[in-house]
Every structure is written in C-alpha cells, then in structure tokens.
Nanobody, 123 residues
C-alpha cells in the first residue's frame, strides 16, 4: 500500500520559516514528479512547487523566490523549505507524487496525495 506521509507544519510568525517533509512508503518502483500543493479555507487547491526526478523544479508565482523544493530519490522524500512566510501562505499543504508501484498482478502507475499538514502564519 502506497502512503505519502507529511510532517513539519505548524504555527509560525510572519517572516518566519518552516520546512515540510514528505516521505513515500510502499512497494515503489519509481517516483517521477513530487510536489506540494496547498488549499486555504474556501479556496481551491493550488500549486506550490514540483520537482522532477532529475531535479528541475517549478514554482507557483506567489512563492517564487521564497520557497525551495528539494528531494532525495534514495529516500523517496521531498522537502519544502518555506522562508519569509506571509499570512496568505496559511493553508493545508498537501504532498503529491506520481509513481509506479507494485500491487498484486504487477506494476501500476498513479498519482497519490498525502493527508495534508497545516501551516498557520500569524503573529
């Protein structure tokens, strides 16, 4: 069974930093793109950042220059370093991964989501 397990959310003051992590668990053959999305109350889920297996990253315009995504392929883990946090960054942050895994009759490819981790930015 594939699981994405997130950690690192919490409460931080404006201007502060947080680091989120997400580890993929299961019978995994390959993980392609990993990324982070967020959803604020009443809002739609939006892209924060993604990173391919070989490293090119893509960022949402609202976080460009403040957030950095990185990953360790051997550890099936992706991180999101968030600096200069603003109140509008407050949201539930979700990890996402496109991966190939083993189940029953052979390999399967699909996208998976974590359960989310809350980030609150408030003084």
């Amino acid at each position: 069974q594939v699981q994405l397990v997130e950690s690192g959310g919490g409460l931080v003051q404006p201007g502060g930093s947080l680091r989120l992590s997400c580890a993929a668990h299961g019978s995994l053959f390959n993980i392609n793109t990993m990324g982070w999305y967020r959803q604020a109350p009443g809002g739609q889920r939006e892209l924060v950042a993604t990173i391919t297996k070989r490293g090119p990253a893509n960022y949402g315009s609202s976080v460009q220059g403040r957030f950095t995504i990185s990953r360790n392929n051997a550890r099936n883990t992706v991180w999101l370093q968030m600096n200069s946090l603003k109140p509008e960054d407050a949201a539930v942050y979700y990890c996402n991964a496109d991966l190939t895994y083993s189940e029953g009759d052979g390999p399967h490819s699909d996208g998976f989501w974590g359960r989310g981790t809350q980030v609150t930015v408030s003084s």
